[in-house]
């Protein structure tokens, strides 16, 4: 299997300007609410690599059910500290049998 890749796309240039490594035949995106974090579901390893959008690296990739062909971004808050801090955000790939939950980012 060949490893697929994530096209970061200049928007001034309307340009490919880096390309980032994640699993094998990569079919969904999604961004944590900041755009600080993408997450890339790759059906053909039945992972989901995490991507900093900053620096356009892989920092992590987990395993997930049977081929991700999609995630959503989720944000909460413990119940004891929901006034006092900010949304922690996870990432759940949809599968072909269950969805997976990340780990918080």
Same mark, same amino acid.
């Given at each position: 299997?060949?490893? &697929?890749?994530?096209?970061?796309v &200049?928007? &001034?240039a309307?340009? /490919?300007?880096?390309?980032?490594?994640? *699993?094998?035949?990569?079919?969904?995106?999604?961004?944590?609410?900041?755009? !600080?974090?993408?997450? /890339?579901? @790759?059906? *053909? =390893? @039945?992972?989901? #690599? /995490?991507?900093?959008?900053? #620096?356009?690296?892989? #920092? *992590? #990739?987990?395993? /997930? &059910?049977?081929? %991700?062909?999609?995630?959503?971004?989720?944000?909460?808050?413990? %119940?004891?500290?929901?006034? !006092?801090?900010? %949304?922690? =955000?996870?990432?759940?790939?949809? =599968?072909s049998?269950? !969805?997976?939950t !990340?780990?918080?980012?």
């Amino acid at each position: 299997m060949v490893a &697929g890749l994530l096209a970061i796309v &200049g928007l &001034g240039a309307v340009a /490919v300007t880096a390309t980032i490594a994640v *699993g094998v035949a990569p079919g969904a995106i999604a961004f944590s609410p900041s755009g !600080a974090t993408a997450y /890339v579901a @790759n059906n *053909g =390893t @039945n992972t989901v #690599t /995490v991507v900093d959008t900053a #620096t356009s690296t892989a #920092t *992590g #990739t987990f395993t /997930v &059910g049977s081929r %991700p062909s999609g995630l959503a971004v989720v944000t909460a808050t413990t %119940p004891s500290t929901r006034a !006092a801090t900010t %949304p922690s =955000t996870v990432a759940t790939a949809t =599968t072909s049998s269950a !969805a997976t939950t !990340a780990p918080t980012t």
